[in-house]
């Protein structure tokens, strides 16, 4: 099945600089790569994603890259804010038949210090 | 309701007693999936259901975990005999039965064994 790994755990910067948060996964079938992005306390949600017929995707403040040949995605968060301080996970899956169970990484919990 | 709810939205249980936790998916999404979320870590995959086609019970840690869906409805995680290891957020999702669509999660049930 697939397997998805996500780096780093935790990852503390500067309010106004960037953050990366960096995935890999296994299984060339994979063809979607959303990212979810978790507040204390709350639900997880959607806040980008990614098909694999597109190498870049952005959405204000936020952008993902996905590169095919080496299986890894990434998550570009500019321009931090404490707002953003929140735990993130990427995930992949695939369509085949209609079965697309969808695989999370491990999440990286990001600290945004004012 | 508009999105997927969990019942109940806390439980506290003594070692030993069965639990029963609730999902109701968005209506029309077929495929539901079960996490586990223990406190500060990431989302542990218990269980994936789509449409009639039989679980992915992968994800189930012991014999004492099962979970049942009827159809396209609501999802019911039952745990036998609790543990104070079990004590834990569980989250269900659910989503669209497509290559690729986004997952939607209810607010959890958190789960306290004493």
């Known amino acids: 099945g697939e397997n998805v790994e996500q780096h780093p755990s935790t990852l503390s910067v500067q309010e106004g600089d960037s953050a990366v948060i960096k995935c890999t996964y296994s299984d060339s079938a994979s063809n979607y790569f959303p990212w979810y992005k978790q507040e204390l306390g709350k639900r997880p949600q959607l806040i980008i994603d990614i098909r694999s017929n597109v190498g870049e995707k952005k959405d204000q403040r936020i952008a993902v890259t996905l590169n095919k040949t080496a299986k890894h995605f990434s998550l570009h968060i500019t321009e931090t804010q404490p707002e953003d301080s929140a735990v993130y996970f990427c995930a992949a899956s695939k369509g085949s038949g209609g079965y697309q169970k969808v695989t999370f990484g491990t999440g990286t919990k990001l600290q945004v210090i004012p | 309701g508009a999105g997927v709810s969990q019942s109940p939205s806390n439980k506290v249980t003594e070692k030993g007693k069965d639990v029963e936790l609730r999902c109701d998916p968005i209506?029309?999404?077929?495929?539901l999936y079960w996490y586990r979320q223990r406190l500060g870590q990431g989302l542990e995959f218990l269980i994936y259901?789509?449409?009639?086609?039989?679980?992915?019970k992968s994800g189930l840690p012991s014999d004492r975990f099962s979970a049942e869906r009827t159809g396209e409805s609501v999802s019911t995680l039952t745990i036998q005999r609790t543990q104070q290891e079990d004590s834990a957020v569980y989250l269900c999702?659910?989503?669209?039965?497509?290559?690729?669509?986004?997952?939607?999660f209810g607010q959890g049930t958190r789960l306290t064994v004493v």
């Open positions: 999702a659910s989503s669209l039965v497509a290559a690729g669509t986004e997952a939607f």
């Open positions: 209506s029309g999404h077929t495929a």
């Open positions: 259901f789509q449409g009639n086609s039989a679980p992915d």
